[in-house]
């Protein structure tokens, strides 16, 4: 079965990076575009970036653009997420998430797998 397993959250101070990394199994990964989602307590699952399958395209929300990357490695079927310049209100679980169409992006419902997912606390 498809697994989507998250990797690299934690606890870090303002200012400081991290980088998630999701790796994926039971799927054609190279086919499927992947994004990163997180929720924060008392909110709903918000879009923070996604990235087609061959890695060219990438989209990210105003909140992750500038300080945030998506990247991939098909060889080794993970996606990673680098977030630099990490803020108290980036604090949340974090989502990696499979979908074969990357055209509606931000919805939640228009991804097909998704991971357990990752605490992420930036203390300030």
């Known amino acids: 079965q498809v697994q989507l397993v998250e990797f690299g959250g934690g606890l870090v101070q303002a200012g400081d990076s991290l980088r998630l990394s999701c790796a994926a199994s039971g799927l054609t990964f190279s086919t499927y575009g992947m994004g990163w989602f997180r929720q924060a307590p008392g909110k709903e699952r918000e879009f923070v970036a996604v990235i087609n399958w061959s890695g060219r395209t990438t989209y990210y929300a105003d909140s992750a653009k500038g300080r945030f990357i998506i990247s991939r490695d098909n060889a080794k079927n993970t996606v990673y997420l680098q977030m630099n310049s990490l803020k108290p209100e980036d604090t949340a679980v974090y989502y990696c998430?499979?979908?074969?169409?990357?055209?509606?992006?931000?919805?939640?419902?228009?991804?097909?797998?998704w991971g357990q997912g990752a605490q992420v606390t930036v203390s300030s």
């Open positions: 998430a499979a979908a074969r169409f990357i055209t509606d992006y931000g919805r939640v419902d228009k991804y097909n797998y």
